[in-house]
């Protein structure tokens, strides 16, 4: 079975036993989280689709850790004006483990 979570403003397709870094969540370590924002779900021989939610899904999830990425260099230039500016940004995120995947619909419904 697997689902398509949505946090961050990104969608992740995960899996029981699956470990994702998503953006980072307001979430200690160790602490067990719920996604409710579910837009699939899938079994071997069904998919069921929301619209754009799957009614009464959710994805539960434990904190592993927190930490940052790696480092994105910025370089803006301005060509015979004499203008340069370095930048660099760290994205923070949190690593979770996928617990049980629950509430979902049948796909015959």
């Known amino acids: 079975m697997y689902a398509v ?3 961050g ?3 992740y397709r995960v899996a029981p036993g699956d470990k994702i870094r998503v953006e980072q969540l307001t979430a200690d370590a ?3 989280i719920t996604f409710d924002d579910v837009l699939a779900v899938g079994e071997h021989e069904g998919l ?4 754009p939610r799957v009614p009464g899904a959710s994805v539960s999830a434990k904190v ?3 930490g940052k990425g790696e480092k994105v260099r910025i370089f803006k ?4 004006k004499h203008y340069q500016k370095r930048q660099g940004h760290r994205q923070g995120y949190t690593e979770v483990e996928i617990g049980a995947i629950g509430g979902v619909p049948s796909a015959q419904e």
């Open 77 to 80: 230039m301005r060509r015979r």
């Open 5 to 7: 979570i949505k946090t």
């Open 30 to 32: 160790g602490q067990e």
């Open 9 to 11: 403003g990104k969608q």
């Open 48 to 51: 069921v689709v929301g619209t």
């Open 64 to 66: 592993l850790s927190h």
